[in-house]
């Protein structure tokens, strides 16, 4: 009997496919994802039946961030996040069969400019999905647009709440995960009673004291001794620091955004202000905040955030072994980051329960989707389209990294609409 032939026993192209993807994960594998299968691939018309840029290869998203602008310190994060996911998950074999192509662009840190490039992506593009915004105020821009264009938008930022719509999964935490949790810890372990709340001026940060002054003077019986916003890019905070030395709070209660954050903790430095002599907490930095500030100004500080890049989990260590691989081991990840990073996978979970990429069934299929794989350690879809998630509070270390000091015992359920802070 004649011997095969050595060509008789060459990999298959999947066979060289599954082994790319062993050798490219590596770091990158997740514990629990899903094994790539052999199912047989559903027919366009089926998985598609609104005209969304989905072909029998490929799936068409948006990604939306501002990639320049006094934003991007913060939120290129989220773009390397949502990359890697996607990057994963077509390595794995994609969704329904079909790899996933991103366009990407560019929100710029201006509102009006989310709002036109939103518009495009949704009518022009016909993409199945959006990955996108950071501010209040730029969700806020593309939100009727959506809407009315019936898009569904993966949204990352912790933000204040009061806000459930139909097309927007919230990937990051609302008002009672961060605000009011923060501030109970501050009472509780640090005695604060008098807060000085300051924030860049715009709705996230003005809601958010809002609900932090009903919280601290309502509920908390303490007392708000001073308040001060300051635009978008203020790099002077000379007469901020003025008022709080003379107002001498217990805690200085900060929602200061983007580049902004680099002025305002080395003016506090400069002026004395230290982790050492002064409690304050912030709802806005981040790691990658941190890399423009300087560990050595917010050294002593505190943040509110459910994510910190130091958590101490396998799904966490991966994902940071990944991270690092793709893009440098300086590379940073902060909350948003992370949050960001859940979207895809989400959206992937739901797209195969509903069997679909209709958005109508995707978001039908969404309340209930788990990802036992988060680097946050788990998270759940809540019907209200914000996530079971735990609070933690870290304190900002002199090498730029965090150390967590208390985390929520259970997952805090998502409630954007709690009572007596409308």
Not at 73 to 82: D, K, L, M, R, V
Not at 214 to 229: A, D, L, S, T, W
């Amino acid at each position: 009997m004649k011997k095969p032939s050595t060509s008789t026993f060459r990999p298959s192209a999947a066979d060289l496919q599954r082994r790319r993807i062993l050798q490219s994960l590596g770091a990158m594998s997740m514990v629990g994802l899903p094994v790539l299968g052999h199912a047989a691939k559903p027919a366009t018309a089926a998985v598609n039946t609104t005209k969304l840029a989905v072909t029998d290869s490929e799936v068409v998203v948006g990604q939306l961030h501002s990639a320049t602008g006094t934003m991007a310190i913060s939120e290129t994060g989220s773009i390397q996040a949502e990359q890697l996911a996607i990057d994963q998950i077509n390595s794995m074999g994609g969704i329904l069969g079909r790899q996933i192509k991103v366009i990407k662009e560019d929100g710029a840190s201006d509102w009006p400019t989310f709002a036109e490039k939103s518009k495009k992506l949704l009518v022009n593009d016909r993409v199945a999905c959006v990955f996108g915004c950071w501010t209040s105020a730029s969700r806020k821009a593309v939100l009727p647009i959506f809407e009315k264009e019936n898009g569904l938008l993966y949204y990352p930022t912790f933000y204040e709440g009061l806000e459930q719509s139909k097309n927007v999964i919230y990937t990051g935490q609302e008002a009672t995960q961060q605000i009011l949790w923060g501030l109970d810890w501050a009472k509780n372990e640090k005695q604060a009673k008098t807060f000085f709340l300051v924030g860049s001026d715009y709705i996230w940060p003005r809601t958010s004291m809002k609900i932090a002054r009903k919280h601290i003077e309502n509920f908390q019986k303490g007392k708000v001794v001073g308040e001060e916003y300051y635009p978008l890019g203020n790099t002077n905070f000379n007469s901020l620091i003025n008022k709080i030395k003379l107002a001498k709070p217990d805690c200085i209660f900060a929602a200061v955004v983007g580049g902004s954050n680099v002025a305002f903790y080395k003016q506090l430095k400069a002026a004395g202000i230290t982790g050492a002599k002064q409690f304050l907490l912030t709802l806005s930095v981040t790691e990658d905040e941190m890399l423009g500030i300087g560990g050595e100004n917010f050294a002593g500080f505190y943040s509110s955030m459910k994510y910190f890049q130091t958590l101490s989990n396998d799904n966490n260590k991966k994902f940071v072994e990944a991270f690092k691989a793709k893009y440098g081991p300086k590379a940073v990840i902060g909350d948003v980051t992370q949050a960001a990073y859940l979207g895809p996978w989400l959206w992937k979970l739901a797209v195969e329960k509903a069997g679909s990429f209709d958005v109508d069934k995707v978001v039908a299929a969404s309340p209930g989707i788990e990802l036992k794989t988060a680097p946050e350690g788990y998270v759940k879809i809540h019907a209200n389209h914000h996530l079971w998630s735990r609070a933690r509070i870290a304190q900002g270390q002199p090498d730029g990294t965090f150390k967590v000091v208390a985390e929520s015992k259970d997952l805090i359920e998502p409630n954007p609409f709690p009572k007596g802070y409308q």
